[in-house]
């Protein structure tokens, strides 16, 4: 960007969006300049880990959390818990004293209690819940590792104890229970919007008891949070957090240069330069546990075939797409997990050409290929069409016929939970939820989640199901990483995806913010920054 186009932006954001938030913003609280705005204020039902970072950590708690710095589970709500010597009951004892938020259309009458973890969780896993019935049973990341058959039994043991039985071990259990997804909502709360037959409002005019609680919004414009005095950690030192939606990198960076925005997540490569010039802000980088990647349709020919996957996927120039893409703010994934994840195994090199008879690859490329690709910046790719540009080029100088459509994330969900879709080609990729790889390769690659729509190649193999199963029974290290390492093996002989990056994940702040708290698996945590 150069110096014209910034200046000429930085105006346009002013006169639009200079007036929006109240001046007292900048000195007792700080604003947030991110992509996406949620479509709901329950993480619960969110599919988008962008959209999720804006509401979970802010507006609620969890049973146990992970501990930035060690990666370690420790307590949230729960204060400790106990596991069962067969690994099917886990015990929750939860945490006394701790309040929701009192606001303009809630005053609660008590402290958080058993009751509310039971609603919170029934609401997934039982069909005739009031609130399952609302939400159509549509809880992505519960559906996708198969939350509600894991679930045998959910008891209340006392007012301040819960109990999950499982139907069989689950090593990755409380790593799901940890996930930004995983929210307490209030019983009372919900129960009185019943009561006036107003019960979706719990999803929209949120309660929880996180360190900050809703205010007001303009939609697709700004979300205002105002700080939870009686927060059981502590009210946090900022009064007021506002999320100011800008999806394009531009005028984020725009509103960032002018002191708008305090915080800007995701700068683009190419406005990195800018950014080390200005001695007032800083940039944080962090290794990206996440992957782009080009998925092939495995039940449409042409890449029904695997000698035909394994021919495209030899003609891809990663190297290139980093260059072009990221500015080097990227490596070359060469396995669908990063370094980053414990369970990462190592892919020597990209799958070669094969070299198929000359008759069936000129069959193959007499079929024009249908090119989808999800046209939102991400952490895991912030230019996706600029690199299905690149990856179309590649394959058109060794004659195949490609055809490009753009969708954004909301029009391609809806076509990927189709029975039948018509794409070839999907270019996506996915930031991990959590630490254990169950949910990585369980949300990406089971089965079952062909049906809920985010197994984008369609690519069912029964070995792969076998493994996650024997993993996540087992509470041996050494086990999980041997299933682990298998399934990435197979991954890469069957070539159903073909990964191409991990990105690194970037913000960008103001040097007069201190205390912010970078969450490796998405999203940021303001309970302890403060202004300077």
């Not at 709901?40 to 959390?65: I, K, W």
């Not at 072009?324 to 396995?335: D, F, G, H, K």
């Not at 024997?470 to 999980?480: F, H, V, Y």
């Amino acid at each position: 960007m150069n110096a014209f186009s910034i200046s000429t932006v930085m105006c346009f954001a002013l006169l639009l969006l200079g007036c929006e938030q109240p001046l007292n913003v900048k000195k007792l609280g700080l604003v947030y300049c991110t992509e996406t705005a949620p479509h709901s204020f329950n993480p619960q039902l969110e599919s988008s880990m962008n959209a999720v970072a804006v509401t979970s950590r802010h507006l609620y708690d969890r049973l146990v959390e992970v501990d930035p710095i060690t990666q370690q589970l420790v307590g949230g709500v729960a204060h400790s818990w106990e596991v069962s010597e067969d690994g099917l009951r886990y015990r929750f004892n939860l945490r006394q004293g701790v309040h929701f938020h009192k606001t303009d259309y809630f005053s609660p009458s008590r402290d958080l209690n058993a009751d509310d973890v039971m609603l919170s969780f029934q609401r997934i896993i039982d069909p005739e819940h009031p609130l399952y019935i609302l939400a159509n049973g549509d809880y992505p990341f519960f559906n996708n590792i198969g939350f509600a058959k894991k679930i045998k039994k959910l008891r209340k043991l006392s007012e301040f104890s819960v109990e999950f039985e499982l139907n069989q071990p689950d090593a990755a259990f409380l790593a799901s229970l940890a996930s930004d997804y995983a929210v307490i909502l209030s019983a009372e709360y919900a129960k009185q919007l019943e009561d006036k037959h107003l019960l979706g409002l719990l999803d929209q005019q949120p309660i929880g008891t996180g360190p900050f609680y809703y205010a007001n919004q303009r939609k697709d414009h700004f979300i205002r949070y105002y700080r939870h005095w009686l927060h059981w950690r502590g009210a946090p030192p900022m009064h007021q957090l506002v999320f100011d939606i800008t999806p394009t990198s531009s005028i984020r960076l725009a509103k960032l240069l002018t002191g708008q925005c305090d915080i800007m997540a995701q700068p683009a490569a190419n406005q990195l330069e800018v950014l080390r010039q200005r001695e007032d802000l800083l940039v944080s980088v962090q290794a990206g546990l996440n992957v782009a990647y080009l998925a092939f349709n495995t039940q449409k020919t042409p890449f029904a075939d695997v000698r035909v996957r394994r021919n495209v996927a030899g003609l891809i120039d990663k190297q290139r797409i980093v260059d072009s893409v990221y500015l080097n703010t990227a490596e070359i994934a060469n396995s669908v997990l990063s370094a980053s994840s414990w369970a990462y195994r190592h892919q020597s090199s990209s799958p070669q050409p094969d070299h198929l008879e000359y008759p069936y690859m000129e069959k193959a490329k007499q079929q024009t290929i249908e090119f989808w690709v999800l046209n939102e910046a991400s952490s895991y790719n912030p230019q996706p069409h600029k690199t299905a540009e690149l990856i179309r080029n590649d394959l058109t100088k060794q004659g195949y016929q490609v055809n490009v459509r753009l969708f954004d994330w909301e029009v391609l969900r809806r076509y990927l939970r189709e029975p039948e879709v018509n794409y070839d080609l999907l270019l996506i990729g996915w930031s991990t939820d959590n630490s254990d790889p169950d949910d990585f390769f369980r949300q990406q690659f089971a089965c079952e989640a062909v049906l809920q729509g985010y197994n984008y190649s369609r690519w069912c193999n029964g070995q792969v199901e076998s493994l996650l199963d024997a993993a996540i029974s087992s509470t041996r290290l050494a086990d999980r990483l041997k299933n682990y390492y298998k399934i990435q093996q197979i991954i890469e002989q069957d070539v159903p995806v073909l990964p191409l990056t991990h990105a690194l994940k970037m913000y960008s702040y103001s040097d007069t913010i201190t205390g912010i708290t970078w969450n490796p698996y998405g999203g940021v945590s303001f309970n302890n920054a403060y202004r300077k």
